[in-house]
């Protein structure tokens, strides 16, 4: 009993500000969660070293939802009632934050994805906030990518139905592109998790695309790409951020190259604040180069602490009201201003899979 409500204490007595985490940090997506953990870990050990905020030092608990549906609801009310936290960090993958955004608002907790693009998260309440820009925006890049870049007049989508993600990302590209002038030529369907995608790429094949457009996740892009190649369906594939993963090109070899995806840095770029975090990254990662759910879990640290630091305080409804109200704010991933919606707008990247590398191709402003 005088545990738990020492744990209580944490909320605002204690000397420590309870911050939690939900992340895939197995399963599926496990280089999601486990990447946007590590940035998140890293960050809160910057921010303690340099004294942490309000004279107190960030603690972080953090639980594994194991890339499951279900999971997420039973963690985030753990975290909330059982830790007493101040404000919940999570998830990357879209339809894993659309669970657990009704237990934060109904709670009045503040959630800040690092990562989730699909419109509703947000639109769950004035509780949930986002450090990365949504996928409206991201649709309509790889839309004008696909007209003007790509040259392509005839694309086929192949979405996986089982996420939210996936799904809008795919109506988004889809009226971008025929405002783009484009034609959909075949639009198919597969199930995350799925092992055979031959079926629907021999229909695609026979629509005769000039590309494919596959909203997907790096473990189903990958085996797509490759059944794609065995099939001789010789065009462009390209999708968006839940490519990114080193595990794409391990999967995928050979049948990955030359195609291309939207996401939210370059690791690369020529910009102080990135070149900053990637080599604090590597030293503390073992040389390892942050990919983009890194930068964003980094980022959302940074982000809530801004708000923290403006608030003066972390009782959820003040700390709410400091978040809603950043106009600007630095990221690694790129300026934030937070707009009436909660969403973040800022630019996106264009990154080609070249010699099993990602390589910058261009950056495309909101
Ligand atoms: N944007 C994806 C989603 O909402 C998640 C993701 C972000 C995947 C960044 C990879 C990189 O589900």
């Known amino acids: 009993i005088l545990l738990s409500a020492f744990t209580g204490c944490n909320k ?3 000397d420590t500000i309870l911050i939690g985490e939900f992340a895939s940090l197995t399963g599926k997506e496990a ?3 486990t990447s946007s953990h590590e940035g998140t870990i890293l960050a809160i050990k910057e921010i303690n070293a340099a004294g942490g905020v309000l ?3 960030l603690e972080l608990k953090t639980e594994d939802d194991q890339s499951k549906a279900g999971e997420p609801a039973n963690v985030v009310n753990k975290l909330i009632s059982k830790d007493g936290v101040v404000a919940i960090l999570g998830e990357v993958a879209s339809s894993r934050s659309l669970e657990a955004a009704p237990i934060c608002q109904e709670n009045g907790i503040p959630m800040i994805t690092p990562a989730s693009t699909n419109p509703k998260v947000t639109e769950t309440g004035d509780y949930i906030f986002r450090v990365c820009f949504i996928d409206p925006f991201q649709g309509t890049v790889m839309a004008n990518f696909a007209a003007n870049t790509l040259k392509a007049k005839k694309v086929a989508v192949f979405t996986d139905v089982k996420s939210d993600y996936s799904k809008g990302l795919a109506k988004f590209f889809k009226e971008g592109f025929l405002k783009a002038g484009g034609e959909i030529v075949a639009e198919l369907d597969f199930n995350g998790g799925d092992k055979d995608f031959k079926g629907q790429l ?11 457009f596959v909203p997907g996740y790096y473990t189903d892009v990958a085996l797509i790409c490759i059944q794609a190649k065995q099939l001789g369906l010789n065009v462009p594939l390209f999708g968006g951020d839940g490519w990114e993963s080193e595990t794409l090109v391990k999967l995928g070899g050979d049948a990955v190259e030359g195609h291309y995806f939207s996401t939210h840095y370059a690791a690369d770029a020529a910009s102080p604040k990135v070149t900053a975090f990637v080599d ?3 030293k503390e990662y073992n040389g390892k180069v942050p990919d983009c759910m ?6 959302s640290v940074f982000f809530l602490v801004d708000a923290i630091k403006r608030a003066e305080s972390t009782e959820p409804a003040k700390l709410r009201d ?3 109200a950043t106009k600007e704010f630095e990221a690694v991933t790129g300026k934030v201003a937070i707009n009436e ?8 990247v264009i990154l080609q899979i070249k010699d099993g590398k990602f390589k910058y191709l261009e950056t495309v402003n909101p």
Request: positive net charge.
């Open 12 to 14: 605002s007595g204690g």
């Open 31 to 33: 280089t999601f969660g």
């Open 55 to 57: 004279g107190k030092q």
């Open 202 to 212: 021999t229909a695609i094949k026979s629509a005769v695309p000039d590309a494919v």
């Open 280 to 282: 604090a990254y590597k």
């Open 294 to 299: 890194a930068a964003l879990g980094y980022d």
């Open 322 to 324: 400091a978040l809603a």
């Open 341 to 348: 919606n909660r969403d973040a707008v800022k630019s996106a």
